[in-house]
C-alpha cells in the first residue's frame, strides 16, 4: 500500500488515514480506495499508539461496510408487519408525527431517548441531548446505564475524578475483572511492553484466561465477591504498614475508620467468602503494595454486580493509601479536553422526574440521565409515569439489557419505537420505523485518548466514505429536529460546521486536525495536581469514608455485602439454582451484540456456548457439544457445552450479545446495585438441565 494521507473528503481512489471507531483502542488504519470501494485496509506502522496493529473486527471494516444485509434506505413496517423502504423524508415526518402525537396525549416524558454506542459516534449523544431537550421529556440515556457509569460515579465519590492506568510507567499492573486481550487488544499491547520491561502482573478474573495464564498471581476468585478480596487485600496492607502514610495522613479522611472495618476481614475469612486461598490473598497484597508506582485497571465486569459500586470504591481506597493517586505509573488524572458545551437551558421546566431521579439520586446526579435498566417498570406498569415511545440509536436492548425478556415485550408493547442501527437487529425487528446509520468510514467525529489510554491527545476521524444511501447521526438529529419545531437549537449548516464549534475554546479547527493525524496534544499531564489544588472532593481530600454516601442513605465505607443472588445470600434458592453462572466476558472479533453476520469474526467464534467444567459435567452426565438448558429465575435458555478446566466446577460462564442463546434472558432488572442501579448480570444463580430428547432420538 503506498503512503497514507489525510484530508480524503471527496475521494473516490487513493489511500487514506483513519482512525477505527469501532472501539476505544484508536487504532490507525490506512484504507486504500478505488473508485469508492474499500480494496486494501491496513494498521499505520507509523500510529503511536496501534504501531501498525488493527483486531479481527478492523481487518472486517469492509465486510462490514459492504454486508449485504446492512439497512441502506429508511424502512416502514407496513400493516402486515412486513417492511417498505421509504425516503428519508417519508420516515422522518412519520416520526415527527407520530412523536407529537403521544406528546400531545400524554407529555412528552412518555418519550424516552435511549443511545448507545453500536455504530453511532459518541459526539452522537451530544445532539441527541440536544434534541429530547428540545422536544421535552426528561428522559434521555445511554449505554451509562450498565457500563462505566458506576465506576465513574465511585472513583468521583472517593478522589473527585476518575483516574486512568499509566501501565507503561508501572512496577505492578493488575487487571481486576478486565481482560483487555479480547476488548481492547492496543492495550494489551501496552501492558505485554510493561510486563517486558519487569512490571508484576496480577489478574483478578473468576476464569483462567490466556491474561490470566501469563500472570505473576491470578486470583480465581468467585464471581460476585470482588469487594471481599479488595477488603482482604486492605486488611494485610494496613495490618503490615505497607500503605503511604504520608499520604494518608494528609489527604485522606475515614482510614481509622477503614483500618477498623477491614480489620474484620482477615485473608483466611476471606477465603470463606471468596475461595481465593489466604496465602494467595496476601501475596497478591504485597505484590501491589511494595511495587510502586503500581496500577489497578477496573474492568466493567466489577460494575456488574448488586454489590459493583461499593467494589470499586474499596479498589480506588486501595490505590489511594499505597500512594499510587496521580504519580507516573501509578493511576493518573488526565483532564478531557476543553470543548464547547452543547447544553443549553430550557426555559421549560420537567414536570415529571426523570426515570430512575427517586431511585438512584446519586446516578441522576452524576449522569443527569434516566436509569435505562427500569424502563420496564415504566412500560409496563407506567410507574412513575408511563413510557409510550422511543428512540433507540446504535443500541440493542433485546439482546444487552438485563432481563432481556421482560424488555423484548416491554418494547414490543410501545406504541411507537424508533430504531437507528447499521443492521436489523433484535430490537430493530420491534420498530415502527427503523432508518440506517452511517458508518465511522462515513462520518466525521472527534476522538480523544485521554480516558483510554492517559494521553491528553484530542484528533480528528474525518469521513473517508461517501456512503450515499445514510445520513450521519448527526445529521439524523438535525433533521428531525427541524421538522418537529426545534431547528434554532441545530444551528450548523454541517456536522464540520458543529465540529469546529466544539473545537472553538482550543483554538482548533477541523482543517487544523486534518494536519494532525495522530491527534492534538491539548495538555500536559503534571502529576500530583492535588498537591496544587486538592481533590475535587467536598473535604478536599480522598474520601474513604464518605459523607455524601451517608447523607442520601448509603454505607459511607466500602462495605461488603453478598451478591443478591449467591449460595451464602439466599441458600433456599441455591438449592435449586446451585451453578453460579456469570454471563457478558467480551470475544475480540463482537463488541456486544454486534458483528455476528460478518463472515471472517464469525469464523473466530462461531456459535455461543456455556463453559462447564469437565468434573461437573460428569457429575450431570453431560457432554461437549450437547445442547442443555440453562435456566435461572427469570427464564431459560438452550446453548450447546462446552467443557473446560478453565472454571471452577461451582461457576458457569455464557457470552452475550447472541440471539441464538440470548444470555439475557437470563440475567435480572429487578435487584439493582442500589447506588447506581446496575444489573448483576456477572453473578447469578443458575441450573443446568438435560435437553429432553424425544423418543425417537434417544
Ligand atoms: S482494537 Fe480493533 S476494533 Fe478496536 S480500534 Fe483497534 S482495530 Fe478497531
Known amino acids: 500500500m503506498t503512503e497514507a494521507v489525510s484530508s480524503p473528503e471527496g475521494a473516490e481512489t487513493g489511500v487514506y488515514r483513519a482512525v477505527c471507531g469501532l472501539c476505544d483502542g484508536c487504532c490507525g488504519i490506512s484504507i486504500a480506495l478505488e473508485n469508492g470501494q474499500i480494496v486494501q485496509i491496513e494498521g499505520q506502522k507509523d500510529h503511536p499508539i496501534s504501531k501498525g496493529y488493527i483486531c479481527p473486527k478492523g481487518r472486517a471494516v469492509k465486510e462490514m461496510v459492504e454486508a449485504p444485509d446492512r439497512i441502506r434506505r429508511p424502512l416502514k413496517k407496513t400493516g402486515g408487519g412486513l417492511w417498505q423502504e421509504v425516503s428519508w423524508d417519508e420516515a422522518l415526518n412519520l416520526v415527527a408525527r407520530k412523536l407529537e402525537e403521544i406528546k400531545a396525549k400524554y407529555g412528552a416524558e412518555a418519550v424516552a431517548v435511549h443511545v448507545g454506542q453500536a455504530g453511532v459516534r459518541k459526539e452522537s449523544i451530544l445532539y441527541a441531548k440536544r434534541f429530547y431537550r428540545a422536544f421535552g421529556t426528561p428522559n434521555f440515556s445511554t449505554a451509562g446505564s450498565h457500563c462505566h457509569i458506576s465506576k465513574m460515579m465511585a472513583n468521583m465519590i472517593t478522589y473527585g475524578e476518575l483516574p486512568v492506568p499509566d ?23 501496552n501492558i505485554n511492553e510493561a510486563v517486558r520491561r519487569g512490571a508484576s502482573l496480577i489478574v483478578i478474573d473468576p476464569k483462567a484466561t490466556l491474561t490470566a495464564k501469563r500472570a505473576d498471581c491470578h486470583l480465581q476468585l468467585r464471581p460476585g465477591t470482588d469487594g471481599a478480596l479488595a477488603l482482604g487485600m486492605l486488611n494485610v496492607i494496613i495490618k503490615e504498614g505497607l500503605y503511604d502514610r504520608d499520604f494518608v495522613d494528609k489527604w485522606t479522611i475515614g482510614f481509622e475508620r477503614l483500618a477498623k472495618y477491614v480489620a474484620d476481614y482477615p485473608p483466611e475469612k476471606v477465603e470463606r467468602i471468596t475461595w481465593v486461598t489466604a496465602d ?39 490505590q489511594a493509601i499505597t500512594g499510587n493517586l496521580d504519580v507516573c505509573g501509578g493511576a493518573i488524572f488526565v483532564p478531557a479536553a476543553k470543548l464547547a458545551s452543547l447544553k443549553f437551558k430550557t426555559t421549560e421546566r420537567n414536570a415529571k422526574p426523570v426515570i430512575g431521579q427517586d431511585e438512584f439520586p446519586l446516578f441522576y446526579k452524576h449522569t443527569r440521565q434516566a436509569q435505562a435498566n427500569i424502563y420496564t417498570r415504566a412500560i409496563f406498569e407506567g410507574e412513575p409515569y408511563p413510557i409510550k415511545g422511543m428512540i433507540v440509536a446504535g443500541s440493542n436492548p433485546v439482546l444487552t439489557w438485563p432481563n432481556a425478556g421482560k424488555v423484548k415485550s416491554a418494547l414490543a408493547s410501545l406504541e411507537f419505537l424508533v430504531v ?63 421538522r418537529m419545531g426545534y ?86 434458592i441455591a438449592g435449586d439454582y446451585p451453578l453460579i453462572l456469570t454471563t457478558g466476558a467480551r470475544a475480540i472479533g463482537y463488541v456486544h451484540s454486534r458483528f455476528r453476520s460478518l463472515p471472517s469474526l464469525r469464523r473466530l467464534s462461531p456459535e455461543p456456548l456455556v463453559e462447564v467444567h469437565k468434573d461437573k459435567a460428569g457429575e450431570l452426565k453431560i457432554k461437549d457439544g450437547e445442547t442443555v438448558v440453562v435456566e435461572t429465575l427469570r427464564g431459560s435458555i438452550e446453548i450447546k457445552v462446552k467443557l473446560t478446566d478453565k472454571v471452577d466446577p461451582r461457576v458457569i460462564f455464557i457470552p452475550h450479545g447472541w440471539n441464538d442463546a440470548n444470555a439475557n434472558i437470563l440475567t435480572d432488572n429487578e435487584i439493582l446495585d442500589p447506588v447506581s442501579g446496575f444489573p448483576a448480570a456477572r453473578a447469578l444463580l443458575a441450573r443446568i438441565i438435560k435437553k429432553k430428547t424425544c423418543f425417537w432420538n434417544k
Open 280 to 318: 494467595k490473598i496476601k501475596e497478591a497484597a504485597r505484590l501491589y503494595a511494595k511495587n510502586s508506582p503500581a496500577c489497578i485497571y477496573q474492568g466493567i465486569a466489577l460494575e456488574l454486580h448488586t454489590n459493583g459500586f461499593q467494589t470499586i470504591r474499596a479498589i480506588s481506597i486501595l
Open 167 to 189: 501501565c507503561l510507567n508501572s512496577r505492578c499492573i493488575m487487571l481486576w475483572g478486565y481482560n483487555p486481550m479480547a476488548s481492547c487488544p492496543p492495550l494489551m499491547n
Open 487 to 572: 431547528g434554532e437549537y441545530f444551528p450548523w449548516k454541517s456536522e464540520e460546521d458543529a465540529i469546529n464549534f466544539r473545537l472553538e475554546p482550543l483554538g482548533l479547527t477541523v482543517e487544523g486536525l486534518k494536519r494532525e493525524p495522530f491527534g492534538y496534544t491539548y495538555n500536559k499531564w503534571a502529576g500530583k495536581k492535588y498537591e496544587r489544588e486538592g481533590f475535587n472532593t467536598p473535604s478536599g481530600k480522598v474520601e474513604i469514608y464518605s459523607e455524601e454516601l451517608e447523607k442520601h442513605g448509603y454505607d459511607p465505607l466500602p462495605v461488603y455485602k453478598e451478591p443478591a443472588e449467591s449460595p451464602k445470600s439466599v441458600p433456599e
Open 420 to 482: 437507528v442501527d447499521h443492521f436489523m437487529t433484535e430490537t430493530a425487528r420491534l420498530a415502527n420505523v427503523v432508518f440506517p446509520a452511517a458508518t465511522f468510514l462515513g462520518r466525521s467525529e472527534l476522538w480523544s485518548t485521554a480516558h483510554s489510554f492517559g494521553m491528553p491527545k484530542i484528533g480528528l476521524a474525518a469521513a473517508v466514505l461517501q456512503e450515499k444511501y445514510n445520513m450521519s447521526d448527526w445529521e439524523f438529529w438535525k433533521e428531525l429536529a427541524g
